[in-house]
């Protein structure tokens, strides 16, 4: 069984739209994480959620919104898409504790044309 | 959380250890180190983490200086899957944001 799981895996739209990436945990983590990977390949944090709630928020426009509709799951909404919100979007879930550790879903390449 | 610097690439002969540095001299009392790997294509993948000691699980080992300023990773018998970016990260607890910096890209080759 995959223990982060995200769908679509490729997604390409038009700039305009709007599009939602799906994530889900069967580790039984409370916390868990929306990350974008850029062209030149760093990973930044966009979002953490625990117990359904927000606790990091980075500088992300207010067209991304993420939604947490239980421990085990944290959506990406992402509206008005441009071209620069082309990327891979990974998902990632943890304890939050001190020591544990992040396990990262597979990734969503998303391509805004 | 503290910076760290990696070489930004490295071949290693498949069979032998490959051992991958990183510095962290601005870490402080209560940083743990972290390293991740990313496989082309996929999600990045714990590998291990450590605080003061020296870690070793069946992944690989950690070797963490005693002034903490500098750490290796090992991986004792590199395979042709070994090759990934290899991430080290300094932050108070994983749990938080992980800040992933450039990383070093092992290629191990036959």
Not at chain 1, 15 to 44: A, P, R, V
Not at chain 1, 59 to 84: C, M, Q, W, Y
Not at chain 1, 87 to 101: K, P, Q
Not at chain 2, 75 to 88: E, S
């Amino acid at each position: 069984d995959t223990a982060v799981s995200q769908t679509p895996k490729y997604l390409v739209t038009q700039m305009g739209n709007d599009k939602s990436i799906k994530c889900e945990q069967n580790l039984g983590h409370d916390t868990m994480y929306w990350y974008k990977q850029d062209s030149k390949k760093f990973l930044k944090i966009m979002f953490s959620y625990n117990n359904k709630e927000l606790i990091i928020n980075e500088t992300v426009p207010n067209r991304f919104s993420p939604k947490s509709p239980d421990k085990a799951h944290l959506n990406l909404h992402i509206n008005s898409l441009e071209l620069g919100d082309s990327a891979v979007y990974f998902c990632a879930s943890s304890h939050l504790s001190i020591e544990d550790t992040q396990y990262f879903g597979p990734g969503t390449r998303l391509t805004v044309l | 959380d503290a910076k760290t610097t990696q070489p930004t690439s490295m071949d290693c002969a498949e069979g032998r250890a490959a051992n991958l540095p990183c510095n962290h001299s601005t870490i402080s009392g209560n940083e743990y180190v972290y390293w991740y790997r990313q496989i082309h294509s996929q999600g990045p993948q714990y590998i291990i983490h450590g605080l003061k000691n020296n870690e070793t699980n069946e992944m690989a080992s950690l070797i963490i200086t005693e002034d903490r300023k500098s750490s290796t990773l090992i991986l004792p018998h590199a395979t042709l899957r070994d090759t990934a970016v290899y991430y080290c990260i300094v932050t108070i607890s994983s749990w938080g944001k992980l800040q992933f910096g450039a990383g070093t890209q092992v290629v191990v080759t036959p």
